[in-house]
C-alpha cells in the first residue's frame, strides 16, 4: 500500500497550534490488511505510544474520513494518511478540517479553522475549541453540520482504536453544540450504514505505483456481499473486470479482497474501481463507488 502524502509537525502545528498528548492505545505501525479494513484501528501488532505522549518522528499512517457524493447523498470515505513528528489525534484533526486529502474525489465539509487542543482521556476523547465560531452551524445545513462533526467522531475514534465519545470544550468549559450539533455527554458514532460509503477502497491507495499482481481491498455493505471492480485504462475502457466477496452486509460495512492480475496490461495509468452490486438495474439510484487512480509499472 502506497501512502503519497506526510504531514509533518509543522503542518500539524499550523492547523491546530498545539501538540497534544493522546492516550496509550494509539497504533503506530503501518496498517496491516486486517486493521486496514476495520473502521477503527485494532491491530494488535501495533506499538503503543510512549508513557509521556510525546510525538513519534517515525511515518505511521491513520485513518482520516472525508466526505464524497454517493447515491444515497453525501457519506463517509477513509483515507489513511501519513503522520511524522507530530501527535496523531492532533494531526488527524487538523487533517480533515484543512480540507486536503490525497484523493481529488473526497473532501471535507468542515469551515476552515483549528482545534485549540485535541486530547485524549481515560474515558474519552477532549477536543477544545479556539473561538466560538464552531459553536454553531455557520452556513451549514443540518444534514452537513451532523456528517462533518462525524467525520471528526469517526477520525478520531478511528486513531485511537476505541469508541470513546467525544467531548468538547471551549474557554475551558463544557460545550453544548459543536456546529450546532448537540453534544450531550459525548459525541458517538453514528451507525455506519446511515454515515459510511457503502464501499471504500483501501488498498491499492490513491497515486499507488503497482506491478504485476496487487491485492486490492477494502469495505462494503453490498448486495450478497459481491463486491464487482474493474480496471480502466487511461481512456476509460475496461481491461480487466471481476468481483469480490466481502464477510458480510447487512448491518455495516465488511472487509472484501481481490488479486488482481494487472502482468499483462502495458505500462501506464489506470483506474481502479470498486461498486457495489445493484440488482435493481439503477432503479434504488444505481451503485455506490470508490475509484482509485494507479500506475502500473
Known amino acids: 500500500m502506497t501512502f503519497p502524502r506526510t504531514l509533518a509537525a509543522t503542518g500539524a502545528v499550523l492547523a491546530l497550534g498545539v501538540l497534544a498528548g493522546c492516550g496509550d492505545d494509539e497504533p503506530t505501525d503501518k496498517p496491516t490488511p486486517s486493521a486496514a479494513t476495520s473502521d477503527v484501528a485494532t491491530d494488535s501488532g501495533s ?109 478520531l475514534q478511528g486513531v485511537i482504536g476505541e469508541r470513546l465519545p467525544v467531548r468538547v470544550t471551549y474557554d475551558g468549559q463544557p460545550a453544548t453544540t459543536l456546529l450546532g450539533v448537540p453534544v450531550g455527554d459525548g459525541l458517538t458514532a453514528a451507525p455506519e450504514l446511515d454515515v459510511l460509503a457503502l464501499v471504500n477502497i483501501t488498498e491499492p491507495a490513491e497515486g499507488s505505483v503497482v506491478s504485476g499482481t496487487f491485492t486490492a481491498s477494502g469495505r462494503a455493505s453490498s448486495f450478497e456481499a459481491t463486491v464487482p471492480w474493474e480496471l480502466q485504462d487511461s481512456s476509460g475502457k475496461v481491461v480487466l473486470e471481476s468481483s469480490a466477496m466481502a464477510d458480510g452486509w447487512t448491518d455495516k460495512l465488511y472487509p472484501w479482497t481481490a488479486e488482481v492480475d494487472a502482468s499483462e496490461l502495458p505500462p501506464g495509468s489506470y483506474t481502479f474501481v470498486a461498486r457495489t452490486d445493484d440488482p435493481s438495474g439503477g432503479e434504488g439510484g444505481g451503485p455506490t463507488e470508490d475509484t482509485k487512480r494507479i500506475t502500473i509499472k
Do not use: C, H, N
Open 47 to 155: 506499538a503503543t505510544a510512549s508513557a509521556t505522549g510525546m510525538p513519534s518522528d517515525e511515518a505511521s499512517a491513520v485513518p482520516a474520513y472525508y466526505v464524497g457524493t454517493t447515491p444515497q447523498g453525501d457519506r463517509l470515505y477513509r483515507e489513511f494518511i501519513q503522520v511524522a513528528g507530530a501527535d496523531r489525534l492532533v494531526a488527524t484533526a487538523a487533517a480533515i478540517t484543512s480540507g486536503d486529502p490525497v484523493d481529488p474525489d473526497y473532501r471535507t465539509l468542515w469551515p476552515k479553522g483549528r482545534f485549540a487542543s485535541v486530547t485524549r482521556t481515560a474515558d474519552a476523547i477532549e477536543v477544545g475549541l479556539s473561538g466560538d465560531a464552531w459553536l454553531t452551524p455557520g452556513s451549514l445545513q443540518p444534514a452537513q453540520a451532523k456528517l462533518a462533526v462525524q467525520q471528526l467522531v469517526y477520525s
